[in-house]
């Protein structure tokens, strides 16, 4: 007799059929194989106790500070600790609970979407001006147009259109100019028919400029403010086109003057099932949303948002994630932009093991190289 031990991310799926386990065997199986870890804020005391004990009584647990017990306080935070097929039964259990354990099992239901395959997509970057913070993915002409070519040749199915730079302290320029600098390149996708082999997005929440590319074959609207602007969700939604909503505090010129949250993850998360609201009442269903590493967060905001990233598979969105050289790289270990290719797919992997389908980089290559290894290191028993 042998044994070892798999690891925590193996494809137990492949693992059954390998051992033939039955097809209704294996429904009953695989959600027993994940542990859940669902940390609850300000639960009420009297809930928090009920809810101990119902899990308790199902096999999971939770823990709770030493106050909960007494109810000496009126709130606790709690840490719901179980597995897939425990979470199910708790949620049913909590529908006929008092003390708001009713919205508790509606929230947790919300919480049971789960990325079903390891499928990623790498975002090209390409920029059309002259202060985006890597000199690198700026290009103009037909310089622009091979390397839009190139980045598709390497695996890129997405390409990401800018025209006017997002890092922190950049100012804003008219609709005019910056129609000015994506208006050339845009011709040129459209006129080599670029937009049968990929899909393109425009980094933009300028309505002019919007009108212009998805005029002309474009077909993502990627727009930093999350369709603050009515008329950016107008014009999405007269072209059907697919919306990323990214989060952002305040805007690129104060964003990262001392960020502040109480709870990153918690803030990000009403900000998208506000901003998906929207979208709706305008008539957008094709949503994508990015958490918006580096705009308006710490470094530890930005770690937080990555480790957590699967939170925000609730909402039944792909999930796209732009980290490509950021500064945060720099804080974690000073490293010149030119050389954080290697810290950006530490970042970016973490992100694709977290459920992040969407990979925005400017680096297509390596993406795709380390991605693929990744992928098949996931489907590996």
């Given amino acids: 007799m042998k044994l070892y031990e798999l690891s925590s991310t193996a494809d137990v799926?492949?693992?059954?059929?390998?051992?033939?386990?039955?097809?209704e065997g294996q429904k009953l199986l695989v959600p027993k194989t994940?542990?859940?870890?669902?940390?609850?804020?300000?639960?009420?005391?009297?809930?928090?106790?009920?809810?101990?004990?119902d899990a308790l009584s199902i096999g999971a647990d939770l823990a709770v500070p030493k106050e909960t017990v007494t109810c000496s306080v009126p709130c606790v935070d709690a840490l719901l600790i179980a597995n897939d097929k425990q979470l199910k039964e708790l949620i049913q259990k909590e529908k006929a609970q008092p003390f708001g354990l009713k919205a508790v099992s509606e929230a947790l239901t919300s919480l049971t979407r789960q990325a079903t395959d390891h499928a990623f997509e790498v975002m090209g970057v390409v920029n059309a001006n002259e202060d985006s913070f890597f000199q690198g993915s700026r290009f103009h002409g037909d310089a622009a147009l091979a390397h839009i070519v190139s980045m598709i040749e390497a695996g890129a199915t997405i390409i990401d259109l800018g025209g006017v730079s997002s890092r922190p302290g950049s100012l804003g320029v008219s609709e005019e100019?910056?129609?000015?600098?994506?208006?050339?390149i845009i011709d040129l996708i459209a006129l080599h028919n670029l937009t049968c082999k990929a899909r393109f997005s425009l980094d933009s929440y300028s309505p002019l400029c919007l009108e212009y590319a998805l005029s002309r074959g474009f077909s993502i609207v990627n727009d930093i403010t999350a369709l603050c602007d009515d008329a950016v969700a107008r014009v999405a939604a007269k072209y059907r086109a697919g919306v990323v909503l990214m989060h952002m505090q305040n805007d690129p010129t104060t964003m990262q003057c001392?960020?502040?949250?109480?709870?990153?993850?918690?803030?990000v998360?009403?900000?998208?099932?506000?901003?998906?609201?929207?979208?709706?009442?305008?008539g957008i269903s094709d949503i994508m949303l990015d958490v918006g590493i580096g705009f308006g967060k710490t470094l530890e905001h930005n770690l937080q948002l990555l480790k957590h990233h699967a939170h925000f598979l609730r909402f039944g969105y792909p999930l796209l994630v732009g980290a490509s050289r950021k500064s945060m790289i720099d804080k974690i270990i000073p490293t010149p932009v030119e050389e954080r290719l290697p810290g950006t797919l530490a970042l970016h992997l973490k992100a694709y093991e977290e459920g992040a389908t969407i990979i925005r980089a400017h680096d297509v290559k390596a993406h795709m190289q380390a991605l693929s290894v990744s992928k098949a290191l996931h489907l590996t028993v």
């Fill in 13 to 23: 799926k492949t693992v059954f059929d390998r051992l033939g386990v039955t097809h």
């Fill in 34 to 53: 994940k542990l859940r870890l669902i940390y609850i804020r300000e639960l009420k005391t009297p809930a928090a106790n009920i809810l101990k004990q």
């Fill in 177 to 184: 100019e910056e129609l000015s600098r994506v208006r050339p």
């Fill in 258 to 267: 001392e960020p502040v949250y109480d709870n990153v993850v918690l803030a």
């Fill in 269 to 282: 998360d009403a900000f998208f099932e506000e901003r998906i609201e929207k979208a709706k009442r305008f």
